[in-house]
């Protein structure tokens, strides 16, 4: 008998133009946690969604417990005994968790209607699982990005998986809700199921994995024991070369010149951002911090005419502007990249030109009000190329790329409509550290052009390495400043609890 539960062997897939796996090899042992790895595009979720039934290889072989495997879909997949927590969340928002977690195999009563008793039942014994205290009956459009990471894991692991495949699981979970999931990791382990895990955090592979296996470029690099590796030697494999530093050298002059300034920002929301003001050099990249449910989207949100306020003023330049829809926002140059690329920022089954284009469309309306697509064709290239886009082409559908480059996609959309404010929240989430270090470089090379940056991120080292200036946020309240030259961990984490006698949901990176 095999001492694998899982066998890859030579698996091959092909897209219009691109080779997305050449000759791929991945075993997995029962109740170990097997890190795969690699930089975006690298293959990871091509290869397993090879395994899910999702895509069709194009060659090699599967064995599942001993026994050659072909999945046709995702059903037979998890019928089999394979759960997958997919990267970018794709929940049904309109439906509870309870139909989420159960949706295709609902508990069925008399006359074969849906027993939703009991399905409320096994759902809020999920829910404690996951840690996750909420109602089934809510509707998963009332809960947070990290909540809804919470409900995937929880819907992943109500199946009797032999293999869970958890891709980025913990990108939008706090340090409570991931030490939660390392908990359940080890009662999956100890009931000999098999644990696949993607991420790009590395601490996460080194504490928790037994095995790792380094893909790039499509292709199998190695595997090796978890002791043995550390995270120079992962980054090495990864990108084919050691990474001397994992942020490049500030190049950006700070002008004295105030762009933006909030005065008093204040939401109807009573557990909404408050009384929250802060000024924004040209040039400068103004870093927001702070734990789960600070409001730092919430209040940027505002900012950008996405949310009402009760009162506050904002001024650009020195004028105060009424910004009450994101058209008010644009038309004072404002952008804003979300936190969420796939439910709000990409068109998924629309090209690389469309996406990119989108925001500035008037720009190439022509003659006849028709649309002048050699200007803007030319437009989108010179930004696609400028950030390095790996591509075949720009009519490529941007839900085939990356997420690094589908976040690149993202910005070349606002350099196209030329703002002089940027707005990125969580501009890297579930980015691997070498596409990272390309978006860190594009957001240095824009404040040196002049744009001025403001970035919200959950990752500490990102906010101390990016940032010009930390501003942190805690309770909706802004809790103070830090420059650059004396921010620390320590500092920033004084600030992010600052209004607070003690954290109940625990404790993030900020």
């Excluded at 968790?97 to 809020?124: C, D, Q, S, W």
């Excluded at 891709?167 to 990791?185: A, C």
């Excluded at 470089?441 to 101390?464: F, H, P, R, V, Y």
Aim: overall charge negative.
């Amino acid at each position: 008998m095999s001492e694998y539960i899982l066998e890859m062997q030579h698996i091959t897939k092909t897209f219009p133009g691109v080779k997305a796996l050449d000759d791929v090899t991945f075993r997995l042992r029962p109740g170990t946690v097997h890190a795969l790895m690699g930089e975006n595009g690298a293959g990871k979720s091509t290869l397993m969604k090879c395994l899910f039934g999702i895509y069709h290889r194009d060659g090699g072989s599967i064995l599942f417990n001993g026994e050659e495997v072909d999945f046709k879909d995702s059903k037979e997949s998890i019928d089999a005994g394979i759960s997958m927590i997919h990267q970018e969340l794709q929940p049904i928002r309109m439906m509870t968790i309870a139909e989420n977690v159960f949706l295709g195999n609902y508990p069925l009563g008399k006359f074969n209607l849906v027993n939703h008793a009991k399905m409320n039942e096994e759902t809020r014994i999920l829910l404690d699982e996951v840690g996750l205290y909420l109602n089934p009956n809510t509707l998963l459009n009332d809960l947070t990005v990290s909540q809804m990471q919470s409900v995937e894991i929880a819907k992943a692991i109500s199946h009797n998986a032999k293999v869970v495949i958890m891709d980025e699981p913990t990108s939008s979970l706090t340090t409570s809700e991931v030490e939660k999931l390392f908990e359940i990791i080890e009662k999956l382990k100890s009931k000999n199921i098999g644990i696949i895990y993607i991420s790009h955090k590395m601490d996460e592979i080194l504490r928790i994995s037994d095995d790792i296996t380094v893909m790039r470029d499509g292709q199998y690099v190695g595997t090796w024991p978890a002791k043995e590796m550390t995270t120079a030697k992962i980054i090495q494999a990864m990108v084919g070369r050691e990474l001397t530093s994992l942020f490049p050298e500030k190049t950006n002059q700070i002008s004295e010149e105030i762009v933006l300034e909030l005065q008093d920002l204040t939401s109807p929301n009573p557990l909404s951002f408050k009384h929250a003001s802060f000024t924004l050099r040209k040039g400068e990249v103004l870093g927001i911090g702070g734990l789960v449910g600070a409001q730092r989207t919430e209040l940027m949100e505002a900012l950008y005419g996405m949310r009402v306020l009760q009162q506050g003023k904002i001024l650009i330049k020195g004028q105060e502007v009424s910004i009450r829809r994101p058209a008010d926002a644009i038309k004072n140059r404002i952008a804003l990249v979300t936190e969420d690329r796939r439910y709000n920022g990409i068109f998924g089954v629309l090209s690389i030109t469309d996406n990119a284009s989108v925001a500035a469309l008037k720009e190439y309306v022509g003659r006849m009000g028709l649309l002048d697509e050699k200007k803007m064709n030319h437009v989108v290239d010179e930004n696609v190329e400028r950030l390095r886009v790996k591509t075949p082409d720009n009519k490529t559908r941007i839900e085939s790329l990356s997420g690094g480059n589908q976040q690149k996609v993202i910005l070349a959309r606002w350099l196209a409509n030329n703002p002089d404010i940027l707005i990125l929240d969580e501009p890297t989430r579930g980015i691997d550290v070498g596409a990272k270090y390309e978006i860190y470089q594009i957001i240095n090379d824009l404040a040196a052009e002049g744009k001025s940056i403001i970035m919200i991120t959950s990752e500490m080292s990102e906010l101390l390495g990016v940032s010009d200036r930390i501003m942190v946020m805690c309770e909706g309240r802004v809790a103070g400043f830090l420059d650059r030259e004396v921010a620390t961990q320590e500092s920033v984490m004084t600030l992010a609890t600052k209004f607070m006698g003690a954290h109940e949901g625990g404790m993030e990176s900020v």
